[in-house]
């Protein structure tokens, strides 16, 4: 009797036991989900960050070839007229990251030797930049066979500052995206001539 009495105890013992088990899956689901999300939320947070970067990357590959090949040149309007369409043209592509007013600058600048483009160092401008620095922004696509250098700007606002990585400048909730391309204009008037 005795013998039984036992292992009826040691029975109900395990079964409490294996209650208790199901309480700390709980805990551990609480020590672990925090790390597992700051993860995640950090992983995606940098992917559709360099995606951003890529899609900007493009656009400015995209307006690069329109002034390379004379087309900027080509359209009927003032410079500002064809800055703006230009400005929309690449506008349309990174707009689905939050529009572009106040996010987005355009820079198309003509250089006569490739020592002069590298004598320039000044730093390309964002949308955040002082008024007067905005309204000097260039806007000269060049002739034929001109050096040209195009700088795009786009202020990217992050995703998650508070959990996980932040890629945003400190003290705002944004990232600077910036790209550049440097090429010498085709001889586009010789080759129109030729059709």
Partial sequence: M???R??????RRRLGFARNASGSTAVEFALVAPVFLMMMFSIFEVGWFY???SVVDAAITDMARLVKTGQVQGWDGTDEEKYDKLYD?????VESFGGCDNRLTLEVDTFDTFSQLAADNTPATCAD???DDLAALPFDPGEELQIIRVRVCYLYTTLNPAIGVNLAEPGTNKRRIISTMIFRNEPYELNSQGD
Avoid: M, T
């Fill in 89 to 93: 043209d690449v506008c349309e592509v």
């Fill in 51 to 53: 995606f951003a970067n």
């Fill in 2 to 4: 005795l013998r039984l």
């Fill in 6 to 11: 036992s292992r009826y105890h040691l029975k």
């Fill in 129 to 131: 930049a002082p008024p």
